[in-house]
């Protein structure tokens, strides 16, 4: 059983940045995907950024130029750090993994999640 824990959230004014992280049996998984999603209140949730084992990454192109995912292996950690946040950033932040399989901003296609950091941007 894979167990994920998000931390980092807050509430920031506009402009300002953060780093969330997710803890959990990361290094298990060798050929894994490995992302970041968000769940705004009425809203579906959506993939922000992926995280392959090959080291590729992708990101939504809402947030392109201003989050970055990476992975912490020794301290088992993966993170996301945003930048220049904007009101309509709001939302609780989920990390995933799958464990196995081609890795896209698809949420159906991981099988693990964390139980959420809230992110609030106020103007």
């Known amino acids: 059983q894979v167990r994920l824990s998000e931390s980092g959230g807050d509430s920031v004014q506009s402009g300002g940045s953060l780093r969330l992280s997710c803890v959990g049996s990361l290094h298990e998984h060798i050929r894994y995907c490995m992302a970041w999603f968000r769940q705004a209140p009425g809203k579906e949730r959506e993939g922000v950024a992926t995280?392959?084992?090959?080291?590729?990454?992708t990101y939504a192109d809402s947030v392109k130029g201003r989050f970055t995912i990476s992975l912490d292996n020794a301290k088992s950690t993966l993170y996301l750090e945003i930048h220049n946040l904007k009101p309509e950033d709001t939302a609780m932040y989920y990390c995933?993994?799958?464990?196995?399989?081609?890795?896209?901003?698809?949420?159906?296609?991981?099988?693990?999640w964390g139980q959420g950091t809230q992110v609030t941007v106020s103007p």
């Open positions: 995280l392959q084992h090959t080291g590729d990454t």
């Open positions: 995933a993994i799958r464990p196995q399989g081609w890795c896209a901003l698809v949420a159906g296609l991981f099988p693990y």
